[in-house]
């Protein structure tokens, strides 16, 4: 009898910088069940003081300071490996194995952003963050370290947390485009084996404005029905290849909508969805942009939701 192939156990890159913000990124995959079953480094970029402070202590005006500046890096570290192990205590709380959370600590080398998306290409399966970390300003919604790796982190999925309790409630753009399945598929491989209740969500553009019944594509004009009903028979059978049931599936599609970004978070709050899934480009992407316009938008208009952002 051939053995099936052991099924890779995915992996988690989480930045920390020992802040509430990402503390409470930390809860929130602990809260996610899906989550569970893979490994998650908690990784911290530290900062830190540059060589020239040290060579203070040759001057004879400022002999005292480097002393508290080694004072204060040590101190700094100490809070930072404190941190860190209180996030993996919350991991293992949940119900995470040992072994499957480590902790990460390395000395910045080109940039905060920079070197997590180095160590992004060592074969996670995803980067989980949050919109804004340590000191962001509160008028800001996305935070200069998560713009960074929203736009440029493009070879695998951005999970970025919001500050609404995670539930088992996923809503997922679709709109014909491959990396609108990939987010599909991304989504199915991710909750597989758990019970989660699936959004399949189209807007459109136009003047007409309409909402469907359950199946998503009664009520479409006669020359949209048969597109809309296409994309969700395509986004349905990944999902269904992925082990998830017909039943934990709904669809949905509007049309007439001012804004396709608005529309999605509108829905995402009226269905009570904690998250949303999207893809990094849709059909109407173009080279030059790292981020599709929907996407980007989505992030900013539902700030309080989670939103995958999937290549």
């Known amino acids: 009898m051939v053995k099936s192939p052991r099924k890779k156990t995915q992996r988690l890159l989480v930045p920390v910088d020992g802040s509430d913000r990402s503390m409470n990124t930390v809860r929130s995959i602990a809260k996610f069940v899906p989550f569970h079953p893979m490994e998650v480094v908690l990784f911290h970029v530290f900062n830190k003081v540059p060589e020239c402070y040290y060579d203070l202590s040759r001057e004879p005006k400022s002999v005292r300071t480097a002393p508290q500046v080694r004072a204060w890096e040590r101190e700094y570290k100490k809070t930072m490996v404190e941190s860190m192990q209180t996030a993996r205590g919350i991991l293992h709380k949940a119900g995470f194995p040992e072994s499957a959370v480590e902790v990460c600590i390395r000395n910045r080398k080109k940039g905060i952003a920079r070197d997590i998306i180095r160590e992004a290409g060592n074969g996670y399966d995803a980067v989980v963050t949050r919109r804004r970390g340590m000191g962001a300003m509160p008028q800001v919604v996305m935070g200069s370290i998560a713009t960074k790796l929203v736009e440029n982190l493009t070879f695998i999925p951005v999970l970025v947390m919001g500050r609404k309790p995670v539930n088992n409630r996923i809503l997922i753009g679709v709109d014909g485009s491959e990396n609108a399945l990939r987010a599909v598929e991304f989504v199915g491989k991710t909750v597989a084996g758990h019970p989660v209740s699936l959004g399949l969500f189209h807007a459109s553009r136009g003047f007409s404005p309409f909402v469907s019944g359950n199946e998503g594509v009664e009520n479409c004009p006669d020359s949209d029905r048969e597109t809309v009903a296409s994309i969700f028979r395509s986004a349905q059978a990944r999902l ?34 904690s998250t949303i899934v999207m893809g990094r480009k849709g059909v109407s992407r173009i080279r030059d942009f790292f981020m599709g316009r929907v996407s980007t938008k989505v992030l900013h208009a539902a700030r309080n939701h989670s939103v995958w952002v999937v290549t």
């Open 240 to 273: 269904l290849e992925c082990g998830i049931p017909e039943d934990a599936v709904q669809t949905k599609a509007v049309t007439g909508v001012v804004s396709r970004a608005g529309a999605i978070a509108e829905e995402a709050g009226r269905g009570e969805y």
